[in-house]
């Protein structure tokens, strides 16, 4: 069965690819073709730099040191970011990519437009030239690392696990967004599993697993107290309700904590990788 396109637009992350290659620059770099492929925008590479940063923000050049910076592996370069742990998850991802390349013939990037031509290699991106014309589009869903690469075992698991919990907390953002803006932030909701896949556009099984990092993982919220509780009326009162034992149409009571989200928030906030911010 074909995989689905990631319903937040975000091919890049949600298909694993920004934990094997490099992971900023990567990232932009798609980005940059994916504004390319909804515009219809044809041009060298250098014309879409050009065009896309028209505004006046130099966001590609300023993510990614531009077409001709050397490569990054992690997160930034920037030393105050470089902890031990993350110089070592870097370098791992790094074996591991340049050594599957090798195989398949293909040579370690060494720099952004070096990287957007080894994509192509990959099938993440497809170049061609009609008429004297360059195009570069992406496709509209991205094969999973494990389907171009020969990966050992150990390492398409860690690859399918964190694909896994992305496409998870993407749909729990999607959850969080809709309790505290479309329906603003009541003290309980009676739903059903059905009512919440068609508020905010999943399939049923995809509210499932949300809801399980929403109100069930305790490493979410990062405390033992309960802030998101799940429960149905029984013949005793109210007792727990497991997402995944839900009938689609049985209602059941989502209760929230707001006062300890808004800790959990900024806690999370603070040792979010994706977005880091200074310490106090």
Not at 59 to 79: K, N, P
Not at 90 to 98: A, F, M, N, S, Y
Not at 135 to 149: C, H, I, M, N, S
Not at 252 to 257: V, W
């Amino acid at each position: 069965m074909a995989r689905r396109k990631d319903p937040n637009g975000n091919e890049w992350m949600a298909s694993g690819w920004f934990q094997v290659l490099p992971m900023t620059q990567g990232q932009w770099l798609w980005l940059l073709l994916m504004g390319a492929t909804r515009s219809r925008a044809d041009g060298t590479l250098d014309a879409l730099v050009e065009r896309g940063q028209r505004s006046g923000e130099k966001w590609f050049d300023t993510a990614t040191g531009g077409l001709e910076a050397r490569i990054f592996w992690g997160f930034s370069d920037e030393e105050r970011w470089r902890t031990a742990e993350i110089v070592a998850t870097d370098q791992l991802r790094r074996e591991r990519c340049v050594a599957a390349l090798g195989r398949l013939g293909l040579r370690e990037p060494r720099t952004v437009r070096d990287l957007a031509w080894l994509m192509g290699a990959l099938g993440l991106c497809r170049h061609e030239v009609d008429a004297g014309t360059e195009r570069w589009r992406v496709p509209q869903v991205l094969p999973l690392p494990a389907e171009v690469l020969p990966m050992d075992e150990e390492w398409a698991r860690e690859s399918d696990e964190i694909r896994w919990q992305y496409q998870i907390a993407a749909i729990t953002g999607d959850l969080a967004q809709l309790f505290t803006g479309e329906l603003n932030r009541p003290d309980e909701v009676v739903t059903t599993i059905a009512e919440l896949a068609r508020l905010i556009d999943h399939d049923t099984e995809d509210v499932r697993h949300g809801l399980v990092d929403f109100a069930v993982n305790p490493l979410v919220f990062l405390t033992s107290e309960p802030i998101v509780s799940l429960t149905v009326d029984g013949p005793g009162g109210l007792t727990h309700a497991d997402p995944e034992r839900l009938a689609d149409e049985a209602p059941f009571r989502i209760t929230f904590d707001w006062a300890a989200l808004a800790e959990r928030s900024l806690r999370v906030h603070r040792l979010d990788p994706e977005h880091p911010t200074e310490p106090d």
